[in-house]
């Protein structure tokens, strides 16, 4: 077992970049299975979500090569299988996404439920809706989602979605996108990975238009051809390392970034105190780090996302005065972390969907447990604010959606280190 031992107090200088997006890595990685060719996707972060994903990928008989640190070749022409290793599955959430891809590929699919961060009950139902949609027969137990064609075969369909689920816009898009005919998804989810997983696809030969709206839609195409892609940075990525700043106190310029996509954390961030400067792909964030109280709901993008509310929530902890902080995605994700920052001297207070937050001068260091990953995110934040020494255990949730988390925040001028027992 891996943690960290953080001694802190130290502002935060200089400069960080930001990796390819995690939620997108782990969408367009799968999506390769539908591609009869090489990808080349650069900017994919090492992560231990991307490198159980690849795992899974060359088990199923796809060439994966590096050809630098973040460039990766795939080639899934001669799977065969349908059948991903449900060890490597249960690993991680999104090894849901090969539903999607097998289906469309193969047109059956027999997965095992996935695992992961576990912070809320984390239902596929709207995912299933989708696949029954196309005309997959559905057999569902515990265990497993077995998807064979259904009597009249899989073919495009309107899809009206219940909840605004990333996940299930992601599936539908990837089980159409060979299917004949056009499948429509609304209420569809307009994250920027979303974006980001259209334009691989359609870099790769497919037809989808309107992702980043509430209306996808995709016209069956025969087949898809290799290409190289880049992807996006990664949001949450960065809007942690712009609420450390915040809170630690700094000046540091966070670069590969798409500027619109921090709006939502950056205009938070900004009533709270911090200063931010935007260029054309970096963020320059000051903050002395005296922060003033402020109000946040959770929301689908473009709203303040649910995976920022861990670390705006060590803000609020610091801020002067008192801070609501109100989750509507994942109703229960507060519990993955407030009473470890109780146990660090913040004062929160649960109240059904929002916490209150009262905002105390100082955190002392202690001992705490990431219990999922931007629940651990938050605590190291704490720890850089904390009087003392803080000790974050459970780190193997942080390192499934941080890239060299050690490596950066040291050249920032954070005391972190990474301890292996
Ligand atoms: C994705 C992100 C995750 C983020 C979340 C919300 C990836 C790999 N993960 O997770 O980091 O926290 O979006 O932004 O991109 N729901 C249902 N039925 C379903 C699917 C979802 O009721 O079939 C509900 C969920 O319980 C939740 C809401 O819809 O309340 C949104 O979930 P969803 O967007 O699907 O989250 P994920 O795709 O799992």
Same mark, same amino acid.
């Given at each position: 077992m891996?943690?960290? /031992? ?13 990796s390819g997006?995690?939620?997108a ?14 990808c080349? +996707?650069?900017?994919?972060?090492d ?10 990928l060359a088990?199923?008989?796809? #060439? =994966?090569?590096? /050809?630098?640190?973040?460039? +990766? ?14 060890e490597?599955?249960?690993k ?22 996935p695992?992961?961060?576990?912070f809320?009950?984390?239902?596929? !139902?709207? *995912? ?14 515990? !265990?497993?989602?077995?998807l064979?064609p ?15 689920s +990333? ?15 056009? &499948? ?8 920027p *990975?979303?974006v980001?997983?259209?334009? @691989? ?5 497919? *037809? =989808?238009?309107?992702?980043g709206t ?19 940075? #990664?949001?949450?990525e ?15 310029? +966070? ?5 619109k996509?921090?709006e939502? =954390?950056?205009?938070?961030l /900004? ?11 970096? =963020? ?6 005296r922060?003033? *109280? ?9 709203? @303040?996302?649910? !995976?920022?509310?861990?670390q ?8 002067e ?12 994700? @507060? ?13 929160i ?8 937050v ?5 955190l ?9 990953l ?15 020494? &803080? ?7 942080? /390192? ?7 490596e ?8 972190i280190r990474?301890?292996?027992?």
């Amino acid at each position: 077992m891996a943690r960290y /031992e953080i001694c802190g107090g130290n502002p935060l200088q200089g400069s960080v970049t930001i990796s390819g997006a995690k939620n997108a890595a782990v969408a367009i990685l799968p999506a390769a299975l539908l591609v009869k060719g090489k990808c080349r +996707v650069e900017n994919v972060p090492d992560i231990s979500d991307v490198r159980i994903l690849l795992d899974i990928l060359a088990d199923l008989g796809a #060439d =994966i090569r590096y /050809e630098a640190p973040g460039v +990766v070749l795939l080639d899934c022409t001669n799977i065969v299988s349908t059948h991903p290793n449900p060890e490597l599955v249960r690993k991680m959430r999104a090894s849901y996404y090969l539903m999607g891809a097998l289906l469309g590929r193969f047109h059956k699919a027999n997965v095992a439920l996935p695992g992961g961060c576990n912070f809320a009950s984390r239902p596929i !139902d709207q *995912h299933i809706k989708g696949f029954a949609a196309l005309g997959a027969d559905v057999d569902e137990n515990e !265990d497993y989602v077995n998807l064979t064609p259904g009597p009249g075969g899989l073919q495009g369909n309107r899809i009206s979605l219940d909840v605004v689920s +990333v996940g299930a816009t992601v599936n539908i898009m990837l089980a159409a996108v060979l299917l004949p005919g056009q &499948t429509v998804i609304e209420n569809a989810a307009k994250e920027p *990975h979303i974006v980001d997983l259209a334009n @691989f696809l359609n870099t790769m030969g497919a *037809h =989808i238009s309107g992702a980043g709206t509430d209306t996808v839609k995709i016209r069956g195409v025969e087949s898809l051809q290799g290409g190289t892609y880049g992807i996006i940075p #990664d949001q949450i990525e960065a809007g942690t390392y712009l609420a450390a700043v915040a809170a630690a106190g700094g000046n540091v310029l +966070v670069r590969n970034v798409i500027p619109k996509h921090m709006e939502c =954390i950056t205009s938070k961030l /900004e009533e709270m105190g911090a200063k931010f400067i935007n260029y054309d792909d970096a =963020i320059r964030v000051q903050s002395d780090g005296r922060l003033q *109280h402020t109000t946040v709901k959770t929301r689908p993008y473009p709203g @303040f996302p649910t !995976d920022m509310q861990a670390q705006i929530c060590v803000c609020m902890a610091l801020a002067e005065g008192i801070s609501r902080l109100t989750e509507s995605v994942y109703e229960t994700r @507060f519990f993955g972390y407030c009473t470890e920052l109780a146990s660090m001297g913040a004062d929160i207070l649960i109240n059904g969907k929002t916490a209150i937050v009262t905002g105390q001068k100082q955190l002392k260091g202690a001992t705490v447990r990431a219990h999922d990953l931007r629940a651990g995110a938050a605590l190291v934040i704490a720890g850089l604010v904390a009087e003392g020494t &803080t000790r974050v255990e459970n780190i193997h949730f942080i /390192e499934r959606g941080y890239e060299r988390l050690v490596e950066k925040l040291t050249a920032l001028g954070a005391d972190i280190r990474r301890i292996e027992d």
